[in-house]
């Protein structure tokens, strides 16, 4: 995934991985090292996203510092699993309503039930599955698994 985000990302001048919170920040820090470690030489800074999943409405959205847009700047929003895109549709708004160039979307585990008009710039695993089924993922510091319940 690093690899295509700095494919498609080159001639940017600033990173932003904003990993939705609880297992996003995890996975955009990695993604981070990712690129620090194919010596991507465009700045990259992880910041956190906190939403209530459950009610993900604007009063609920929350990040963990001040971001200005800066011309040639990328935001891509980092999640551990896309399902229905409820979510990560409540994340992107606040970064096209500030006026940011290009948002991108990165999933560990993309699940494409989507009830919302949106798909994501860089996938880990599709994975088939059915609507009962639950995915589980595991985030340390060099490794990250996902688990089909």
Request: proline share 5%.
């Amino acid at each position: 995934m690093a690899c295509e985000i700095w494919e498609q990302n080159y001639s940017s001048k600033r990173i932003v991985l904003l990993g939705i919170a609880k297992k996003g920040p995890a996975i955009a820090e990695l993604l981070a090292n990712s690129l620090a470690s194919i010596e991507c030489p465009v700045a990259v800074e992880c910041h956190t996203i906190s939403i209530d999943k459950s009610n993900p409405s604007s009063e609920s959205f929350k990040l963990s510092t001040d971001l200005k847009p800066q011309a040639g700047d990328v935001v891509i929003i980092v999640d551990d699993v896309l399902y229905t895109g409820r979510t990560m549709m409540h994340s992107i708004v606040p970064f096209v309503e500030a006026g940011f160039e290009k948002v991108q979307m990165a999933v560990l585990v993309f699940r494409d039930y989507l009830k919302y008009p949106i798909r994501p710039d860089f996938v880990g695993l599709a994975l088939a599955s059915t609507t009962v089924e639950h995915v589980d993922v595991s985030v340390n510091n060099t490794l990250v698994e996902a688990y089909l319940n």
